[in-house]
T-cell receptor
């Protein structure tokens, strides 16, 4: 079945460690996105990519990094520079960012920094 | 500053009634507005998209309206069921090529 796969679902890390969250899609979508969700809050955009080898910062990019070397993959690294990394991270894709159509989301990765 | 506002208080209604959720925005001129459903611990799921030149959109028991003068969208679920209990998020696109989301409203449908 086509969809978006995020891994791991749960992740625990010590303060000061970098961690990479995986996001893979087999929908053949051009655009991919990373959002962060904190309890009781909406989704905040971290980074997005409209095409391979290109990505743009969202509203809260500081302390995060991404790469888009393949169309189907958009990993997110949470670096030690991110002040408050404990959150629920959601990856999404869309057919084409210019189309402004629906986003397809993965099931999320919950990161807890101890 | 730009804002998307949804009622942060949970909406509790009886089964069979119509649920109406509100999304207000300021300092945006969105070309599109979308509604998503999110269950606890899961990713959001797309429900409906409405364009700025559309006043109303329907899908089964769902109805969305979009008033660009009032800068407001209303999301209705008719004949609500306990299975409709979830958080509903509105999202819009304006300018930058990525959706901006509201904080969502939790709907609880009592049997």
């Amino acid at each position: 079945d086509g969809g978006i796969t995020q891994s791991p679902k749960y992740l625990f890390r010590k303060e000061g460690q970098n961690v990479t969250l995986s996001c893979e899609q087999n929908l053949n979508h051009d655009a991919m996105y990373w959002y962060r969700q904190d309890p009781g809050q909406g989704l905040r955009l971290i980074y997005y990519s409209q095409i391979v080898n290109d990505f743009q910062k969202g509203d809260i990019a500081e302390g995060y990094s991404v790469s888009r070397e393949k169309k189907e993959s958009f990993p997110l690294t949470v670096t030690s520079a991110q002040k408050n990394p404990t959150a629920f991270y959601l990856c999404a894709s869309s057919i084409d960012s210019r189309y402004h159509g629906e986003l397809f989301f993965g099931e999320g990765s919950r990161l807890t920094v101890l | 500053s730009q804002k998307i506002e949804q009622n942060s208080e949970a909406l509790n209604i009886q089964e069979g009634k119509t649920a109406t959720l509100t999304c207000n925005y300021t300092n945006y001129s969105p070309a599109y507005l979308q509604w998503y459903r999110q269950d606890p611990g899961r990713g959001p799921v797309f429900l409906l998209l409405i364009r700025e030149n559309e006043k109303e959109k329907r899908k089964e028991r769902l109805k969305v309206t979009f008033d660009t003068t009032l800068k407001q969208s209303l999301f209705h679920i008719t004949a609500s069921q306990p299975a409709d209990s979830a958080t509903y998020l509105c999202a819009l696109v304006a300018g930058r090529r990525a959706l901006t989301f509201g904080s969502g409203t939790r709907l609880q449908v009592q049997p």
